[in-house]
């Protein structure tokens, strides 16, 4: 392979979204768990909802803060690095892209101060509404990410004109075919994400912990890890299937990616469902292959003589790589039913007893923990290798789309990112660690919530955790 | 209007106009207001001890991160609304734009650790300090490339990688570290008290001569850049209306000069930011209409009426939610830092 500034950009691309896509998918979820806590503390009553509260608030501010972070770089990559894409799609993105940050700035700038330290300043019933607001928030936010991402992979509502993409339809634009349904299935992979993430989390302190923890703080985590699996019992169903209609909607506006998705190279009714190929881009077939005849045909079209697009529909300089587009797609699938094992074990084991007890249980659902964030990663790696050779479906190429820099200047910036992003993960990932096994408070008391009322709003974290674990240093001496 | 523009008539005269007010707007709370924080990192490791770093630290604590807001205010609005610009001048900027995100990065993450931190507490104070003068230069530095003008070719940026590396850059990349650093120093006498308070008043006298000094030496650099915009500055009789400019901004530094001789605790500061609106009016008579110097203009630039409209819904709820939230933030976070800020800083 060549290292230009093309393939260096999108490396610096791929690198810089993986990382910063983690965050926002955690945090969508985290939003919504921290509404339904309040909720049901403000209903309940039950002292340990708060506590739970305040305990995930805090990973929450520590994941907000670094995908806050590391969204302001890819706001500014898209010109630095892919300046023509900027360009051709300006006139459309762009305002799809602004009523992102003003709707997440605002609502950040407005609601996540009262969340993190607002709770001695206002009633409980505002401090709720915050906490809605900002859950809110992410979703919106999420909302028109998604809008800008599917019109990239189902362009509707434009035309060209000089070169530029221009608007003729603001709703074809907003809501372009494959947008619906791609957002209901990332939102749900996010809350999906969240729900794993906590009930792995959850089963590590049980695990941890298991005779010599106060009741207390044991009692938390029981009910954090039962919320979180009944909440992946009833979503993960539905999102198996909000996937399998997606990929309709991928069969009908992009029949290139579902023939890499599925390694078809023929245009054929009758297309086997591939469990296993190693797809060959060259020699335009698969080596060793296992599939099962006619079972793709009917996933596909609901009918088994139902007919598949080819790879060879097109000439090969429009064909995505396929190799990691098949392997990534199933690895997402792979840990999809995964979910839906450990979710049908979680209702045996509450019908037979035992669900805080079974260790090789707890201890599957602690191994299931980034399993949320492997899916959401896998995920996006199929939909956007995928599409590829285009970065604007049928219109924009990713190699017309590249900015005017030299590969001099792009591998400085690449080995920068490299290196800044492991230091930052590094002090996230280690203070994270640092949270999670102290683990909530228990109940009776929660240390340091009335000297929180003056404290500066700040998003990363909140100031009463001390990084190196040391006993509070003693209050500086005034020189004066 | 000012014989710019002509050729466009209706909205796609005044919208790419209203734009450009909206967003000078953005950049000039941006300059102003993480101006003063960032001049508190640049002077950060010159305290004399952790109990002034702590104060200094607190008195921006609760709200720099808003302030950081209108930079993605700013760069959103580039993007949404002039994107030829924003396509332009991003590879343009390319290795100062890296500099000053990679700077801002380093500097946030300071401000979430270095109050937890014991024994890596020095690390973070660099993280900020370094984080700050780097992001403060940087800007500096985009804004020398930015008056020097950029090679453009059709509707891409057709000049080299270091272009934006000259002589006159680093000038200005200096003289901003010296008026965020005259920011910083100001708000410092009105956030605090005591010996702090006294050292920062000195300060201020320091980068208020430095500042005035790097005005003066690029101020009298631009006519050699060989740009026209020494022939608007130079021409009669528009002399006339400018020549009050300068003369305004040696007045204003008098004052600062004298207020933080006479002990005033706000007027230091307010006469600072006075100073920056001054150098900002005349980097938008020098550069006016052109958002690309020294070739696209506004209206070039700008995107259809359309796309335009679209988005100003969308800025007229936005902007004064922001606005709102901004002064809230600095009312409830109002008076001088307490000297112990171990007990809740406000006190």
């Not at chain 1, 190429?397 to 492991?422: E, N, Q």
């Not at chain 2, 001789?261 to 020098?286: C, E, K, Q, R, Y």
Request: glycine share 10%; charged share 15%; net charge neutral.
């Amino acid at each position: 392979m060549n290292f230009d500034a093309l393939v260096l950009s999108r490396i610096q691309f791929a690198f810089t979204i993986s990382f910063h896509i983690i965050f926002p998918a955690f945090t969508i979820g985290l939003a919504s768990w921290l509404a339904r806590l309040e909720f049901e503390w403000l209903r309940t009553g039950n002292p340990q909802y708060k506590n739970l509260y305040k305990f995930w608030v805090k990973v929450f501010a520590v994941s907000f803060g670094l995908g806050v972070v590391s969204g302001i770089v890819m706001s500014y990559q898209l010109g630095t690095n892919w300046s023509r894409y900027s360009e051709f799609t300006g006139n459309i993105l762009g305002p799809l892209i602004a009523y992102e940050v003003i709707t997440a700035f605002c609502l950040e700038a407005g609601f996540l101060g009262i969340m993190l330290f607002g709770w001695d300043r206002v009633g409980d019933r505002l401090h709720f509404f915050a906490t809605c607001m900002v859950a809110l928030g992410t979703l919106i936010s999420a909302f028109w990410i998604l809008s800008a991402n599917s019109w990239m992979q189902t362009p509707d509502g434009f035309r060209v004109e000089n070169g530029l993409a221009l608007p003729v339809d603001w709703w074809k634009i907003i809501f372009n075919p494959s947008f619906p349904l791609r957002y209901a299935h990332m939102v749900m992979g996010c809350y999906l994400t969240t729900a794993f993430a906590v009930a792995g989390m959850s089963a590590w302190m049980l695990l941890r912990h298991p005779h010599d923890a106060p009741e207390a703080k044991l009692a938390g985590a029981r009910r954090a890890l039962s919320m979180a699996l009944w909440f992946a019992t009833i979503v993960t169903p539905i999102q198996i299937f909000v996937g399998d209609m997606h990929g309709l909607g991928v069969l009908k506006y992009q029949p290139t990616k579902l023939a890499a998705i599925e390694g078809n190279w023929e245009r054929r009714a009758n297309m086997p469902l591939r469990l296993f190929a190693i797809p060959d881009q060259n020699a335009e077939t698969n080596h060793y292959e296992i599939s099962i005849p006619k079972i793709g045909s009917y996933i596909l079209t609901h009918e088994f003589g139902g007919e598949v697009p080819g790879l060879k529909d097109v000439p090969p300089d429009q064909r995505p790589p396929v190799l990691p587009v098949f392997f990534v797609f199933r690895g997402m699938l792979a840990i999809g039913f995964a979910m839906l094992g450990l979710s049908l074990w979680h209702l045996y084991l509450r019908w037979k007893g035992g669900l805080f007890t079974d260790r090789l249980f707890l201890n599957a659902a602690m191994m299931m923990t980034p399993s949320g964030f492997g899916a959401v990663l896998l995920g996006w790696f199929t939909a956007e290798i995928g599409r590829q050779p285009y970065l604007v479906y049928g219109q924009l190429r990713t190699a017309d789309a590249v900015s005017p820099v030299t590969t001099g200047a792009v591998t400085i910036s690449l080995m920068t990112f490299l290196i800044v992003y492991s230091i930052v993960f590094g002090c996230g990932s280690y203070y994270l660690a640092k949270l999670l096994r102290k683990g909530p408070d228990p109940v009776e008391e929660i240390p340091g919530a009335e000297s929180l009322a003056k404290k500066p709003k700040r998003p990363l974290s909140l100031p009463d955790e001390r990084l190196d674990g040391g006993p509070r240093r003693k209050a500086p001496q005034p020189a004066e | 209007m000012f014989g710019f523009g002509t050729e466009y008539v209706g909205w796609a005269f005044w919208l790419p106009l209203l734009w450009a007010v909206i967003l000078g707007v953005a950049i000039t709370m941006y300059v102003v207001v993480d101006g003063f924080d960032l001049g508190i990192g640049i002077m950060f490791t010159r305290a004399e001890n952790d109990n002034w770093r702590d104060r200094m630290m607190f008195s921006v604590a609760p709200i720099w991160d808003g302030n950081e807001t209108w930079l993605i205010l700013g760069g959103a609005g580039l993007f949404c609304v002039f994107s030829v610009a924003y396509a332009i001048l991003m590879p343009a900027l390319y290795i100062p734009m890296l500099i000053m995100l990679i700077a801002l990065v380093f500097r946030g993450i300071a401000f979430e650790f270095r109050f937890k931190a014991d024994t890596s507490k020095r690390i973070w104070d660099y993280a900020f300090h370094y984080g700050s003068l780097l992001a403060t230069f940087a800007q500096g530095i985009v804004l020398g490339a930015f008056v020097q003008g950029f090679e453009v070719g059709g509707r891409q940026f057709a000049g080299g990688t270091w272009d934006w590396l000259t002589p006159f850059s680093l000038a200005t990349g200096v003289g901003l570290v010296c008026g965020y650093g005259l920011l910083g120093a100001t708000w410092c006498v009105m956030k605090t008290t005591g010996a702090l308070e006294i050292w920062a008043r000195r300060k201020s006298e320091q980068f208020l001569v430095a500042t005035i000094v790097m005005m003066a030496i690029v101020s009298a650099w631009v006519p050699f850049l060989g740009r026209q915009i020494e022939a608007r500055w130079f021409s009669w009789p528009s002399i006339l209306a400018l020549v009050p400019v300068p003369l305004l901004t040696a007045f204003v530094a008098y004052m600062i000069y004298r207020s933080v001789n006479d002990g005033h605790h706000t007027a230091p500061f307010l006469l600072s930011i006075v100073m920056f609106l001054l150098g900002f009016l005349g980097l938008v008579i020098s550069l006016f209409p052109y958002i690309v110097p020294p070739s696209i203009t506004i209206w070039q630039a700008a995107n259809t009426v359309d796309s335009q409209m679209f988005a100003l819904i969308g800025y007229a709820f936005a902007l004064p939610i922001t606005f709102a939230y901004t002064a809230y933030a600095y009312y409830v976070f109002r008076g001088k830092v307490a000297k112990e800020i171990a007990g809740g800083g406000y006190g």
